[in-house]
């Protein structure tokens, strides 16, 4: 099976644009999570969704969103950028999304804003 | 909630070598998983092993185990007979309620 995809892998934009990012699960995977990884703060969760709906949500603010379509697709958007949004971005898919499942992750989009 | 910490920042070993990495971790779930993850330079997050927090038996996947102590709160990866390939961050994570937590990471170098 082929793994998990994100376009685009690179991004520059400029404060207070917006920026919408793409993932693709694994085939079969219905749960995908989204994670922040900085240098200064690690790898934080973002939000986790399955079957289209958002089940979990980490402490981010609303100007970061996400959505998942019926083809388990899932797109994250981050709206008014500023520049400690500059990271980069992985998103993992699972089966089911429970604690138990392995989330497997995509190579990330790096973005950075200017 | 769930809380990784990971207290060695950064490790180095010599190729063919055994190096172990420490991890302790907290949580409030019944039923969790925990999990070795590696990111390499080229930043691509590869699952290394998992372990069933019911199963007092330790994972092993060839020249990777781990150690679970979990009375202790505490899972190490040890890697025997180190490769180049090996040097990578090393995540340690804690999976439940649809996230996982992970550590800040142990640089992990590995010298010829």
């Known amino acids: 099976k082929a793994g998990v995809t994100q376009t685009p892998r690179y991004l520059i934009k400029t404060r207070g644009q917006q920026v919408t990012l793409s993932c693709s699960p694994i085939?079969?995977?219905?749960?995908v999570s989204w994670y922040q990884q900085t240098p200064g703060q690690g790898l934080q969760f973002l939000f986790e969704y399955f079957s289209e709906t958002q089940r979990n949500k980490g402490n981010f603010p609303g100007r970061f969103s996400g959505r998942q379509f019926s083809n388990s697709r899932s797109e994250m958007n981050v709206s008014t950028l500023e520049l400690g949004d500059s990271a980069l971005y992985l998103c993992?898919?699972?089966?089911?999304?429970?604690?138990?499942?392995?989330?497997?992750f995509g190579p990330g989009t790096r973005l950075t804003v200017l | 909630a769930q809380t990784v910490t990971q207290s060695q920042p950064e490790m180095s070993v010599q190729e063919a070598e055994t190096v172990t990495l420490s991890c302790t971790y907290d949580?409030?779930?019944?039923?969790?998983?925990l999990f070795w993850y590696k990111q390499p330079p080229s930043r691509q997050m590869i699952l290394v092993i998992r372990q069933e927090a019911y199963k007092q038996q330790n994972a092993t996947e060839n020249r990777f185990s781990v150690n679970f102590q979990k009375a202790a709160k505490s899972f190490s990866l040890k890697i025997s007979d180190s490769q180049l390939g090996d040097t990578a961050m090393y995540f340690c994570?804690?999976?439940?309620?649809?996230?996982?937590?992970f550590g800040k990471g142990t640089k992990l170098s590995v010298i010829p």
């Open positions: 085939s079969g995977h219905r749960s």
């Open positions: 994570a804690g999976g439940g309620s649809y996230q996982l937590t």
């Open positions: 993992a898919s699972t089966e089911q999304g429970t604690g138990t499942d392995t989330q497997y």
């Open positions: 949580t409030s779930e019944n039923n969790y998983y």
